[in-house]
């Protein structure tokens, strides 16, 4: 069976070595296969992402010796797919709006007797979950800006039991509940990372997400994403994060290690491959 990879990156800074590992690692993949490697620029968050940045990525990944098959994907230019997609699941019943801003949710939960934590922090406690039809209609009419969650528990028992294949562990069970009522659709863009890579893996054709070991865990909801739309399940091989002289992983933040400053301070990109090991 061919394979086609990808490497997604959001724009909001300079790539840096464990980007390069990353993109290395799909494309090696898929060119030592013979497969496809796709390019997908995530940008839908219009708050971080900048123009400037994806140029930057395309040279980087140009000068470090990466090539991608067909167009880059441009994930803000597809916000009428992420729309539709929501419609489907709202039209089950499997959506609902909410109107809680931060502040509040970070209230409430204070107050609240426990506060249960998934893999991306406390839970949303459910407050516009229980909104009654009246009042949800009344606050829609109203011009509230809301954000479209997901009904977890709906959600879970409409897909039934899950699992994913990971490459060096085997097929482990995907629990997507621990994750809450997410977001699906954000109050400033019809879209979310989870819905628009699961969607794009989908459209996109790719059967094999490789990514850092940082996206594990979302890989239970992405399962879930995937069942819920009836879209394939790609296998997975979820590497280890680089991490810096102190032990801490990479980040944007940490200037010096950017694809540009070591490209400036002459250092070669043969030498930034073996830096990311590969
Ligand atoms: N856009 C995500 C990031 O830059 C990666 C998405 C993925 O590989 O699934 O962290």
Same mark, same amino acid.
């Given at each position: 069976?061919?394979?086609?990879?990808?490497?997604?990156?959001?724009?909001?800074?300079? #790539?840096?070595?464990?980007?390069?590992?990353?993109?290395?690692?799909?494309?090696?993949?898929?060119?030592?296969?013979?497969?496809?490697?796709?390019?997908?620029?995530?940008?839908?968050?219009?708050?971080?992402?900048?123009?400037?940045?994806?140029?930057?990525?395309?040279?980087?990944?140009?000068?470090?010796?990466?090539?991608?098959?067909?167009?880059?994907?441009?994930?803000?230019?597809?916000?009428?797919?992420?729309?539709?997609?929501?419609?489907?699941?709202?039209?089950?019943?499997?959506?609902?709006?909410?109107?809680?801003?931060?502040?509040?949710?970070?209230?409430?939960?204070?107050?609240?007797?426990?506060?249960?934590?998934?893999?991306?922090?406390?839970?949303?406690?459910?407050?516009?979950?229980? #909104?009654?039809?009246?009042?949800?209609?009344?606050?829609?009419?109203?011009?509230?800006?809301?954000?479209?969650?997901?009904?977890?528990?709906?959600?879970?028992?409409?897909?039934?039991?899950?699992?994913?294949?990971?490459?060096?562990?085997?097929? #482990?069970?995907?629990?997507?509940?621990?994750?809450?009522?997410?977001?699906?659709?954000?109050?400033?863009?019809?879209?979310?990372?989870?819905?628009?890579?699961?969607?794009?893996?989908?459209?996109?054709?790719?059967?094999?997400?490789?990514?850092?070991?940082?996206?594990?865990?979302?890989?239970?909801?992405?399962?879930?994403?995937?069942?819920?739309?009836?879209?394939?399940?790609?296998?997975?091989?979820?590497?280890? #994060?680089?991490?810096?002289?102190?032990?801490?992983?990479?980040?944007?933040?940490?200037?010096?290690?950017?694809?540009?400053?070591?490209?400036?301070?002459?250092?070669?990109?043969?030498?930034?491959?073996?830096?990311?090991?590969?």
């Amino acid at each position: 069976m061919s394979i086609t990879t990808r490497f997604a990156p959001s724009p909001t800074g300079f #790539l840096h070595l464990g980007h390069a590992a990353a993109a290395l690692t799909a494309w090696r993949r898929a060119r030592q296969a013979g497969g496809r490697f796709l390019l997908r620029i995530e940008d839908i968050d219009p708050t971080r992402c900048r123009p400037e940045y994806t140029a930057a990525i395309l040279e980087d990944l140009t000068w470090l010796g990466i090539d991608w098959d067909g167009p880059v994907r441009m994930q803000s230019e597809h916000l009428d797919e992420y729309r539709a997609a929501l419609e489907t699941l709202a039209g089950r019943g499997l959506l609902y709006p909410c109107f809680c801003t931060r502040a509040a949710i970070a209230r409430e939960i204070a107050a609240a007797p426990a506060a249960p934590h998934g893999p991306d922090g406390p839970l949303y406690p459910g407050t516009c979950r229980a #909104l009654s039809a009246a009042e949800r209609a009344a606050r829609l009419a109203g011009g509230e800006p809301y954000a479209l969650r997901l009904d977890m528990a709906r959600a879970v028992a409409e897909a039934g039991p899950l699992r994913w294949h990971e490459e060096a562990a085997g097929w #482990l069970a995907a629990e997507p509940a621990r994750f809450g009522d997410v977001v699906l659709g954000r109050k400033d863009v019809p879209a979310s990372y989870h819905l628009c890579v699961t969607h794009d893996d989908a459209r996109q054709g790719v059967t094999l997400v490789t990514r850092g070991a940082d996206l594990q865990p979302a890989t239970a909801l992405h399962r879930l994403l995937q069942a819920l739309f009836g879209w394939p399940a790609p296998r997975y091989a979820h590497h280890p #994060l680089l991490t810096g002289a102190d032990g801490r992983r990479l980040a944007k933040r940490d200037g010096a290690a950017s694809l540009r400053a070591m490209r400036q301070a002459g250092i070669s990109p043969e030498a930034v491959r073996a830096l990311a090991g590969l």
